[in-house]
């Protein structure tokens, strides 16, 4: 089991920032793909970032990519999503997510979740 707790959501006006954490407890962090994904009211989930074991690849949608950058720190067991230049349209709640398969962007890859922090973008 791995346990994963997100935090770091807020409420930011458009154009700023914010960094997304999760905390991961349970099994060797280190051994699990690690990815972040967003549910908007009324929408599906969806693919955000996703990172590799060692933190050397990453992947993003192209929604965010060139805005967001994702990153690990294996010695502290978390994972990070700094999120720059928001737009409205980034509002979500934002999670965290522990996988078997690297880089992947389907949810079914990814076998822990955790709850969920909420991002709302004002414009």
């Known amino acids: 089991q791995v346990q994963l707790v997100e935090s770091g959501g807020g409420l930011v006006q458009a154009g700023g920032s914010l960094r997304l954490s999760c905390a991961a407890s349970g099994r060797t962090f280190s051994n699990y793909p690690m990815a972040w994904f967003r549910q908007a009211p009324g929408k599906e989930r969806e693919f955000v970032a996703a990172?590799?074991?060692?933190?050397?690849?990453?992947y993003y949608a192209d929604s965010v990519k060139g805005r967001f950058t994702i990153s690990r720190d294996n010695a502290k067991n978390t994972v990070y999503l700094q999120m720059n230049s928001l737009k409205p349209e980034d509002t979500a709640v934002y999670y965290c997510a522990a996988g078997r398969v690297p880089l992947s962007r389907w949810s079914g890859d990814y076998d822990y979740w955790g709850q969920g922090t909420q991002v709302t973008v004002s414009s």
């Open positions: 990172i590799i074991w060692g933190g050397t690849s990453t």
